[in-house]
Structures are given as structure tokens and as C-alpha cells.
């Protein structure tokens, strides 16, 4: 791993994974990481879908 490809450190001194290195890894893990490609656990537009 990268520091600043794969991860980064925030200003409380946690490791943050990059979109990066998600999608290396392949999967979600489902635990709502901040840069998660697949937007598991992000709000939805509430608004209804166009047709």
C-alpha cells in the first residue's frame, strides 16, 4: 500500500482508504467508507427515478 494512492491520513490521525484502493481490493466490505465506490451506505436522492 500507498500513502496518498491507496490511503491517507485525516486530521483526527485515522488511515483513510482511497477510492483507489477499493477497487484493488474488488468488493465492498459494507461498513460505509468514506470513499466507496460502490456508494454502499450513501443517501439516495429522494427524488423519484426519471422515465
Given at each position: 500500500m500507498k500513502e496518498g494512492?491507496?490511503?491517507?491520513?485525516?486530521?483526527?490521525?485515522?488511515?483513510?482508504?482511497?477510492?483507489?484502493?477499493?477497487?484493488?481490493?474488488?468488493?465492498?466490505?459494507?461498513n460505509k467508507c468514506k470513499h466507496c465506490p460502490w456508494n454502499f451506505g450513501k443517501k439516495t436522492s429522494d427524488k423519484p427515478a426519471d422515465r
Amino acid at each position: 500500500m500507498k500513502e496518498g494512492e491507496d490511503f491517507y491520513f485525516n486530521e483526527d490521525g485515522l488511515m483513510v482508504f482511497t477510492k483507489a484502493y477499493h477497487l484493488k481490493r474488488g468488493y465492498c466490505c459494507k461498513n460505509k467508507c468514506k470513499h466507496c465506490p460502490w456508494n454502499f451506505g450513501k443517501k439516495t436522492s429522494d427524488k423519484p427515478a426519471d422515465r
